[in-house]
């Protein structure tokens, strides 16, 4: 795993915590889930991604093989390094805001909603293991439908015309 990766989770926990003010548990289903979901929220709004690994289309929805056991060695009193950008950052928290209220069994149903991962899992049966990587250009194509949410003034990103607009007759 790339120290970007490992830099990127434990991030990903800390906002967690911070965001909804609950501890994370160590529960490795969400975590992969909510990377996928950064992966993703990253592709919509920045054009590229957060992530520099591939996801693989397992069984349970999009994982990053090389997280599979991080909580093993993960320390939650360990400094977070800062070598995260601010747009990072904000990906990431945005990510929480969206996603990190639901549970991680309902993640794992909402990856198995995404393109992406169905087409990775092409020729496997329904709960059948499987390693196939996601193509970085199908969570593109999922990213496009992605509906932007500006956590830091709670609305969506089409809803600024609608504001300014109203802030413009007003005044």
């Known amino acids: 795993m790339t120290a970007k990766v490992q830099n990127i989770a434990k991030y990903l926990i800390y906002s967690y915590e911070q965001i909804t003010k609950s501890s994370f548990n160590n529960d ?15 592709l919509a709004f920045l054009g590229e991604p957060i992530i520099d690994e591939e996801f693989e289309g397992w069984k349970h929805g999009p994982v990053l093989p090389s997280l599979r056991f991080f909580f093993e060695y993960y320390n939650p009193n360990e400094q977070i390094d800062e070598q995260l950008s601010e747009s990072e950052k904000y990906v990431i928290d945005n990510t929480i805001y969206l996603y990190g209220k639901y549970a991680p069994w309902t993640l794992r149903n909402m990856s198995h909603e995404e393109n992406a ?8 049966a329904e709960g059948e293991s499987g390693s196939c990587k996601i193509n970085i250009e199908d969570i593109k194509k999922d990213a496009e439908k992605v509906r932007l949410y500006d956590h830091q003034f709670d609305m969506y990103i089409d809803e600024f015309d609608d504001a300014e607009e109203d802030f413009v007759s007003v005044g």
């Open 28 to 42: 490795e289903i969400t975590l992969q889930k909510l990377m996928y979901f950064a992966q993703k929220t990253s």
């Open 117 to 124: 991962w169905k087409i990775s899992r092409v020729g496997l």
